[in-house]
């Protein structure tokens, strides 16, 4: 890669106040919410339209600029971060609704456009954009679509994936692609939209989408468990899933109520501590309905499956509920954390949390997991606090051994190294262990098509 940029080529594309070089706007935007490396870009662009993407990319091609793109930068696998002195290409103001159709319904917006608002802008219309997490507030639908976001609501509404009938991608050729132009019904040969889709901006740079919408689910019901085991929170999701039409089935452990304490000082739900809290949510369906699933709870407490149990009275309790689940992120970041989102198969979570949990405790004795995720579609989330008695180094050197094993055991169950945050740089090295070396090798064919120069987020899955 050239060393100096030649930004000023870029006068005939872009405002002067579409480039920075500011230093706080190329330290913010020049990374997302990982906390293992100092970013350094050498510009930021600021494009308004998808004219301007092609005109960077096109630019880009030809002086040999690396180019990294950026959404709301709330990511978790380092696959927004400019190390290298690459240009970031923030999408933050092409943040416009283009076109709402009630008919289908769906909406076309630019890729800027923050999650929440597009849920809001869904709500406005009497729809409902279901995609949803914590950090709804910051990021951005291209961001979301680059790394197939899931989130708390895919145990019922899916991944991201599930929701773009239409993407508006620029290649690394500079190419604009109109993929799928909001078709639900398309057997026109290869559907390229979904490559672009979890590509984590290493193919294209996506500029619109058109998203789906469905109708807001009716009134919805949140319950918090206390639970002894693993196993009985699998016997609960099985039964209370036969009767109620869940919309998430999310678990954390006592170690991660602790932190929500004492960091965000949340109380307990209940009057002790359990070994693990289940929070679920479902749609209700009437009052026929909601007495067989306190029936199906009364059942189970009284059985000894379901230790105890708390139903939330009203919306503000429901969201004091959900943030005991949400916002455990924001109470295991006073201290380095070590964190991993990984997925198996649903009936097999119970074994995998077991065996690594087995693992840390004998090879890493001085650590303690904190445990939380989306248990009900398979994907857990594992973090580590530094100890209070061990420095970063040494703390860091540990977690590659941590990732070492971890990875090994996904590869042995079967299941993948990132259920939803992407590989980014974190992921990178162990790539292998979800994906088999034909995988990778038509992974790498396909961006050999799409970004022949390598411009695109180098560095960035393999
Ligand atoms: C969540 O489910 C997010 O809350 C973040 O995916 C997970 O901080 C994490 O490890
Ligand atoms: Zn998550």
Redesign the pocket.
């Known amino acids: 890669m050239a060393k100096k940029i030649p930004l000023q080529k870029l006068s005939r594309i872009l405002k002067p106040a579409q480039i920075s070089q500011d230093p706080q706007d190329l330290d913010i935007y020049g990374r997302d919410w990982t906390d293992l490396y100092q970013p350094h870009p050498s510009a930021i662009l600021f494009p308004e339209t998808t004219k301007q993407v092609q005109g960077i990319v096109q630019w880009a091609l030809k002086n040999k600029v690396a180019l990294v793109p950026s959404g709301g930068r709330t990511g ?1 696998s380092a696959g927004a971060f400019a190390l290298h002195g690459e240009v970031v290409v923030s999408l933050a103001k092409m943040n416009k609704v283009l076109h709402f159709d009630a008919t289908e319904p769906s909406v076309q917006v630019q890729a800027g456009v923050i999650t929440e608002n597009l849920q809001n802008f869904a709500a406005s219309k009497g729809f409902y954009y279901p995609v949803d ?3 709804r507030g910051s990021s951005q639908i291209g961001g979301n679509i680059a790394t197939n976001a ?3 609501k895919v145990l019922r509404y899916g991944m991201t994936r599930q929701w773009v009938t239409g993407l508006q991608v620029v290649t690394g050729n500079g190419d604009i692609l109109d993929l799928n132009k909001g078709l639900i019904k398309n057997a026109s040969g290869y559907d390229l939209r979904h490559l672009f889709i979890g590509s984590e901006g290493t193919l294209g740079i996506i500029t619109e989408a058109t998203i789906a919408l469905c109708p807001p689910p009716r009134d919805l019901q949140v319950v918090v468990l206390g639970l002894s085991s693993l196993e009985m929170i699998m016997t609960v999701f099985e039964k209370i899933r036969d009767v109620a039409q869940l919309t998430a089935y ?1 678990m954390w452990t006592d170690a991660a109520q602790r932190c929500s304490r004492e960091q965000l000082g949340y109380a307990d739900p209940f009057k002790q501590s359990m070994p693990f809290y289940v929070l679920f949510e479902y749609e209700k369906q009437g009052p026929e309905n909601d007495e067989k699933i306190l029936d199906l709870i009364e059942r189970l407490s009284s059985q000894g499956v379901i230790q105890d149990a708390v139903l939330s009275q009203n919306s503000q309790q429901d969201r004091a509920f959900w943030k005991l ?2 916002d ?2 924001e109470a ?1 970041s006073h201290r380095p ?1 070590y ?3 990984v997925s198996v198969r649903v009936s097999q979570v119970p074994q995998f949390l077991v065996t690594i949990d087995q693992m840390i405790k004998k090879d890493y004795p001085d650590f303690s997991v904190v445990w ?3 248990i009900g579609d398979g ?1 857990l ?3 580590i606090l530094q100890p209070e008695s061990m420095d970063v180094k040494t703390f860091l050197k540990r977690c590659h051994g941590v990732d070492k094993a971890l990875f090994k055991a996904i590869e042995d169950f079967g299941g993948s190294i990132s259920a ?2 992407g590989v980014g740089l974190v992921k990178k090295p162990y790539l292998k262990h979800s994906r088999s070396k034909a995988e990778i090798s038509a992974m790498k064919a396909l961006k050999a098509i799409f970004d022949p120069g390598g411009i695109l987020n180098p560095g960035k899955i393999f």
């Open positions: 978790l997490f914590a950090s899931g989130g708390i999310e689940r949400e455990l992120t295991t954390c964190k991993n989102d939380f995720g989306h994907n989330h594992i973090n939803e945050h």
